[in-house]
């Protein structure tokens, strides 16, 4: 099941890393974030300290609380989310809306980081949508195959259109 | 049709040869060099969605009851969607035709004083040429789907329901973006791609409504499924204000675990992806606490004579999910492209559903223009019989009679008065023996096929000779 997610998520053009502990999650995650100007963050990231640890690696943090989020998320480099579940065939990461969690996260900045546990893979998208039609629906679920793409243009695929140009997904142990 | 009975012409919306039928667009269309290099892109969607598809050979059938339970009760299907949206504080607006669903949205547009409304890939807002009607009304309508802004800005209409500006080289993408820019641009995708993210970018975060249109509506727990790859349909879901989504009644789906057969089973027809990269599944508006999405959300469920094909055998019609698979392997469409149909919905789906959708108003020379060779009914995911369809349109919408048509009655007259009699056959057919397939008036049939040879002796004389 992790293999067909790695395998599918990779041709659809995301990198991924993992499976890996939380410590080395939040050290990737710092790697990656740490040089830009301003990174937005989502409460749902399952890597305890991750807000801490970007604090002290001198990241401007921009967070869901901040009253001016909405002004100020076009100009983050980077957004990072957690995830509710992911399918393995075909291979997509579903992340939600809540408090504390905006959609816009993982659409306005042109880098999306998202941090996947592995007991919450699925094997099939079907399986998937069973499970979520049967629990409480969040106003917003968007299931997320990788970054932004159209084929607009002659039927050639090209990538960052609207969204993310770069969708890393981060695979916990 | 406008509210008041009239034949409601868009603008922008005949561009090949208005008022010429569709034997006559399709000579136009066929001649175009530009256009023909443009459409061979098309092999490229083929080859990649027919691999897809072959992936699940066993969820068309589950996909076509899917639809099927839908249709078989489609009121109660509905009613019970509108009581689930409403009960998510959803705003439900039922509107008869494409007029009354323009009111509902202009309405909406006004009660908020909305400047800008950004819009996703929807056939349902062409449909009810939504577009023109906000720009009537002094509101900016921006197309926010790359190809769709592409059209806009060319004056255009769509010419495919996934690829809307398949008809265009990347050159004349590029001219018709530098033009926009007032600066030169490269006949580059990255580059061109990058331009257009910047400018739309700027109108995302300006707009105060997001319009939509839906693909799938779950009826068991209100919710709207939209599928885009470009990210603009989660745009348009998440920045402004309000959100209204337009919906043919028949997208509805009676529970949201079907979407995990038919999202896969859409995507793979219509762009050979496993699955779309975005797919959006709404359930209200934004809720108490959270940071964005839209405070107010309506869906207006838009018939306009969907009902009235319920019960008939056209009710399988209401099946398609437009995934655009029979555009793609049709030989006519393929060598046509979408303008020469001057409808709304081209390809095999459009020649059924733009005359079903006008009441014979509209398209009715469209069923005509088909090789009835059912590549389209073999293509379809939810096994909707097109090709028999298309030919069932041809005794029930009688199209008025071309030049070309008046000229095949006269033949066909002729040549069952004359095979009626054995002596008319005798004549008849030592008349073509006697010209040795030099028939005169036939050039233009005979220059693209081979125009059989007659024997030199028929059965009958040879039986004559030998046995007489």
Redesign the interface.
């Given at each position: 099941m992790i293999d067909d997610l790695v395998t599918?998520l990779r041709a659809?053009a995301c990198s991924v890393t993992g499976p890996i502990t939380v410590d080395e999650a939040r050290a990737a995650i710092v790697a990656r974030a740490g040089g830009h100007e301003l990174v937005a963050c989502n409460a749902d990231v399952p890597v305890p300290g991750i807000i801490e640890a970007l604090g002290a690696a001198g990241v401007e943090l921009l967070l869901?609380g901040d009253p001016a989020?909405?002004a100020r998320l076009?100009g983050a480099a980077v957004g990072i989310t957690g995830s509710l579940v992911a399918?393995a065939?075909?291979?997509?990461i579903a992340l939600v809306?809540?408090?504390g969690s905006?959609?816009?996260t993982s659409?306005v900045p042109a880098s999306h980081i998202c941090v996947v546990r592995v007991a919450d893979i699925r094997a099939?998208?079907?399986?998937?949508?069973?499970e979520?039609?049967?629990g409480e629906?969040?106003?917003?679920?968007?299931?997320?195959?990788?970054?932004?793409?159209?084929?607009?243009?002659?039927?050639?695929t090209?990538l960052?259109?609207?969204?993310?140009r770069a969708v890393e997904v981060m695979l916990l142990e | 049709m406008t509210a008041d009975g009239g034949h409601h012409v868009p603008r922008g919306h005949a561009i090949v040869t208005p008022g010429a039928d569709f034997h006559d667009r399709t000579a136009v269309a066929v001649g175009d060099p530009v256009l023909q290099q443009?459409l061979h892109?098309?092999d490229?969607?083929l080859r990649t969605a027919g691999e897809a598809a072959d992936a699940h050979p066993d969820w068309k059938d589950r996909a076509a009851e899917i639809r099927r339970e839908t249709l078989r009760d489609l009121d109660g299907w509905l009613d019970r969607l509108e009581r689930a949206l409403t009960a998510r504080g959803v705003h439900v607006h039922r509107a008869a035709s494409p007029a009354e669903a323009r009111r509902v949205v202009l309405g909406i547009a006004r009660e908020h004083g909305v400047k800008t409304v950004v819009k996703s890939k929807s056939m349902a807002t062409e449909e009810i040429d939504l577009g023109n009607a906000l720009e009537d009304a002094g509101i900016a309508r921006v197309e926010?789907?790359?190809?769709e802004y592409?059209v806009q800005l060319a004056g255009e209409r769509p010419s495919h329901m996934i690829?809307?500006?398949?008809h265009k080289?990347?050159p004349q993408?590029r001219d018709v973006l530098a033009r926009e820019a007032h600066s030169d641009l490269a006949v580059d995708?990255?580059a061109?791609?990058?331009w257009?993210?910047g400018r739309?970018?700027g109108e995302?975060?300006r707009a105060d409504l997001g319009v939509t249109g839906v693909n799938f509506a779950?009826a068991?727990?209100g919710?709207l499924v939209l599928v885009t790859?470009?990210?603009?349909g989660?745009?348009c879901?998440?920045?402004p204000r309000v959100h209204v989504a337009v919906m043919p009644i028949e997208k509805v789906i009676p529970?949201?675990?079907d979407?995990?057969?038919l999202?896969?089973l859409l995507t793979s027809h219509a762009?050979g992806?496993?699955?779309?990269?975005?797919?959006?599944?709404?359930?209200?508006?934004?809720?108490?606490?959270?940071?964005?999405?839209p405070e107010e959300l309506h869906v207006v469920f838009l018939d306009n004579r969907r009902r009235t094909l319920l019960h008939t055998q056209y009710e399988e019609m209401l099946a398609c999910i437009r995934c655009g698979a029979c555009l793609n392997v049709c030989p006519v469409y393929r060598n046509v492209s979408g303008h020469a149909y001057d409808s709304v919905y081209s390809g095999p789906m459009g020649k059924v559903l733009t005359p079903l959708l006008s009441g014979g108003a509209e398209g009715a020379d469209l069923p005509y223009g088909s090789s009835l060779c059912h590549a389209c009914s073999d293509a379809c995911p939810v096994k909707i019989p097109l090709g028999d369809m298309i030919l069932a349109l041809r005794a029930d919408v009688p199209a008025a009679a071309s030049a070309p048509r008046r000229r095949r009655r006269i033949f066909w007259s002729l040549w069952a008065r004359a095979w009626s009699s054995p002596r008319g056959y005798r004549v008849s057919t030592r008349l073509g023996r006697a010209s040795r397939g030099r028939v005169p008036g036939l050039r233009a049939w005979t220059a693209t096929r081979e125009l059989p040879r007659p024997a030199r002796e028929s059965f009958r004389d040879r039986w004559a000779r030998e046995h007489g």
């Open positions: 599918g659809n869901p989020w909405s076009p399918s065939r075909p291979a997509a809306a809540a408090q905006p959609r816009g659409l099939t998208l079907a399986a998937a949508m069973i979520i039609a049967a629906l969040p106003s917003a679920l968007t299931w997320i195959g990788g970054p932004s793409r159209t084929g607009d243009l002659e039927m050639v090209t960052g259109v609207h969204g993310p | 443009a892109n098309l490229r969607r926010t789907d790359l190809g592409i690829t809307p500006a398949i080289t990347l993408i995708r990255e061109l791609t990058a257009a993210r739309l970018r995302f975060l779950a068991d727990t919710t790859n470009e990210g603009n989660r745009f879901t998440t920045v529970r949201l675990a979407v995990g057969v999202l896969p762009t992806q496993a699955l779309s990269n975005y797919v959006t599944i709404i359930s209200g508006p934004r809720r108490e606490g959270e940071t964005d999405g």
